[in-house]
């Protein structure tokens, strides 16, 4: 089992910064792959951005060149470092782990915070 618990969540104004945290419960270098997704109302969830065991990173078109998603190792955390946000970025954002080699799709999810951008 992998509980995850996210936060850092808010309500931000357009082109402002937020940082979100997921702490996992166990290493995440027994996890295949941490990752960051978020869910719209009436919306399918979505991947934003990943960070696999050794290190490679995918991020979702919309989100490049201003989310950066990182980890410390000795704090068993992944991070979500948001920047010019929009308010299309509005959404619950989900911290999810994906333990099943080769799977990629998270098995594991945290509880989702709250994202809000306002224009």
């Known amino acids: 089992q992998v509980q995850l618990v996210e936060s850092g969540g808010g309500l931000v104004q357009t082109v402002g910064s937020l940082r979100l945290s997921c702490a996992a419960s166990?290493?995440?270098?027994?996890?295949?792959?941490m990752g960051w997704y978020r869910q719209a109302p009436g919306k399918q969830r979505d991947l934003v951005a990943a960070m696999t065991r050794g290190g490679s990173t995918n991020y979702a078109d919309s989100v490049k060149g201003r989310f950066a998603i990182s980890r410390d190792n000795a704090k068993n955390t992944v991070y979500l470092q948001m920047n010019s946000l929009k308010p299309e970025d509005t959404a619950v954002y989900y911290c999810?782990?994906?333990?099943?080699?080769?799977?990629?799709?998270?098995?594991?999810w945290g509880q989702g915070t709250q994202v809000t951008v306002s224009s």
């Open positions: 166990v290493s995440i270098f027994s996890i295949n792959r």
């Open positions: 999810g782990a994906a333990t099943i080699y080769p799977t990629s799709w998270p098995n594991y």
